[in-house]
Nanobody, 124 residues
Framework: QVQLVESGGGLVQAGGSLNLSCVVS????????MGWFRQASGKEREFVAG????????YYGDFVKGRFTISRDDAKNTMYLQMNSLKPEDTAVYSC?????????????????WGQGTQVTVSS
């Protein structure tokens, strides 16, 4: 059974930063493609960033515009999302996801395993 647990969310002022973490347990983390998604209240889930199993391939949603960085540490079974220059419109529940084929996917249906999410609130 694969389990994903996010942490690092919270309340931050506009222009501030947060570093989200996603710890994966249960199977071989290093073989998974990973992704971050977010869902704001009343809106559909949105792709934020993805990273391949090797960490050499990353992809970001258009709205990121260089503000976020996705990374992974296989020794710690952990994926990260460093978020800088946060805006009020970044407010959402951020969830991590894993897919066993080793790549990133922009659609949420491409992932087999999900965390419970962590709330990010950006005040103006």
């Amino acid at each position: 059974q694969v389990q994903l647990v996010e942490s690092g969310g919270g309340l931050v002022q506009a222009g501030g930063s947060l570093n989200l973490s996603c710890v994966v347990s249960g199977r071989t983390f290093s073989s998974y493609g990973m992704g971050w998604f977010r869902q704001a209240s009343g809106k559909e889930r949105e792709f934020v960033a993805g990273i391949s199993w090797s960490g050499t391939s990353t992809y970001y949603g258009d709205f990121v515009k260089g503000r976020f960085t996705i990374s992974r540490d296989d020794a710690k079974n952990t994926m990260y999302l460093q978020m800088n220059s946060l805006k009020p419109e970044d407010t959402a529940v951020y969830s991590c996801a894993a897919e066993p084929m080793g790549t990133w996917v922009v659609t949420d249906t491409g992932y087999d395993y999900w965390g419970q999410g962590t709330q990010v609130t950006v005040s103006s």
